[in-house]
């Protein structure tokens, strides 16, 4: 059978736990694949890659990855990120802002095949990471209906597949923590009872249980997860150690049921972290880290740089991408079983905007709630 991404994708519990030598060639025939697609459909992209004197023929091992030219994710806020594009445009299905606080968005289109991809993956992921497959979802974000374009919404909503039941409890950039509390509450005893968002809404729902004195245990099987950055537009950090001590104290779960997932919304792939808090690559994914000075080259091993990512997955562009986020790649191995690299992120390169979708919704919900109280005094 030939190698595909559907396949590794298929297979993802057994390749997780490859050796790294088995999973970097297995990434290097799907990236040259991805490579050979982009560069024949995609004028732009293969002016890069003259540019640089690259072809096909010159990606033989995996170290010759580093010379693929890399798509910064600042092209895709350009009013020109069209020419990014590897298919027609009446082929896009679907899609994606992501807007940062400088108000202006990242889009990128996808087409049917990368959405297909996009849809295994991160349900495969996961099943693999989580092992849910029932149970009552509380997303602290808006709906899809409500904000049908939002990134991280959509990455979200494929929980809902796994579980029993689920509720968005942030409507018109409102949110209440009374009806997070409610809803909770009517599954007790009934399901596992899953609490899905970013940091700082999590963080507003402990803070209101911690000012009413409010305990309220899940289950064993039960998870807290985030999703979005840790800083927030305000610039100020959003403490992990202290929010997993608020959970275990008004929620009961240890800080092993507490997961973090980093993606971004111009790649097709979450790192998710396991009960070690160690953020795996998908194995069909190629991690970088380039050096700040010079993002051509790789950054000395186990050395802080800016992250990169070759994904394979997209065919509507090309998933060659430079993030916005400075980290590092620790030798380590992780004791839960998978190879392949884990990421650490350690914050944003220098000069750039928070720019997430958690990020612009929690700037946008604070000046509506100012709003809101300026309305209620002038009353």
């Not at 059978?1 to 297995?26: C, H, K, W, Y």
């Not at 599954?187 to 249980?209: M, N, V």
């Not at 911690?210 to 807290?224: G, M, N, T, Y």
């Not at 779960?253 to 971004?264: C, E």
């Amino acid at each position: 059978m030939d190698l595909t991404v559907e396949t590794v994708i298929g297979n993802l519990p057994r390749i997780f736990r490859l050796p790294p030598s088995e999973q970097r060639a297995i990434q290097l025939e799907l990236i040259v694949q991805s490579f050979a697609h982009h560069y024949e459909r995609n004028g732009f992209y293969r002016a890069q890659c003259d540019a640089a004197g690259l072809t096909v023929y010159d990606l033989e091992r995996p170290e010759d990855l580093v010379r693929l030219p890399l798509i910064p994710l600042s092209a895709f806020k350009s009013p020109s990120s069209h020419v990014l594009l590897s298919v027609p445009l009446d082929e896009i299905e679907l899609e994606i802002k992501s807007t940062g606080t400088s108000g202006v968005p990242s889009v990128t289109r996808r087409d049917a095949t990368t959405l297909d991809r996009v849809s295994l993956a991160i349900t495969g992921l996961y099943r693999e990471f989580f092992r849910i497959s029932r149970g009552a979802g509380l997303y602290l974000a808006p709906s899809l209906a409500e904000n049908p374009e939002m990134s991280m919404v959509k990455v979200i909503n494929y929980f809902s597949g796994l579980l029993s039941d689920a509720r968005y409890v942030v409507r018109d950039y409102s949110f209440e923590p009374a009806e997070a509390i409610q809803y909770l509450r009517s599954f007790e005893g009934k399901e596992p009872r899953h609490i899905i968002g970013p940091p700082f809404l999590i963080d507003r729902l402990l803070r209101h249980l911690e000012a009413e004195d409010l305990r309220l245990p899940l289950d064993a099987e039960s998870f807290v997860i985030t999703i979005g950055g840790w800083k927030r537009f305000t610039g100020e950090y959003i403490g992990r150690d202290q929010l997993h001590e608020k959970i275990e104290r008004y929620l009961g779960l240890a800080p092993a049921r507490v997961r973090d997932m980093y993606g971004m919304g111009e790649a097709n792939m979450l790192a998710i972290e396991c009960e070690h808090h160690h953020k795996h690559i998908p194995p069909w994914v190629h991690a970088s880290i380039r050096s700040l000075d010079d993002h051509s080259k790789e950054a000395a091993p186990q050395e802080e740089g800016v992250i990169a990512l070759l994904d394979p997955t997209s065919r509507s562009y090309p998933g060659f991408l430079l993030s916005e986020d400075v980290g590092s790649i620790p030798a380590e191995r992780c004791a839960c079983g998978r190879e392949g690299p884990i990421v650490l992120v350690h914050r944003r390169v220098e000069g750039t905007e928070y720019g997430c979708c958690a990020v612009s919704l929690e700037k946008f919900i604070e000046s509506q709630e100012i709003v809101r109280s300026c309305r209620v005094d002038a009353a």
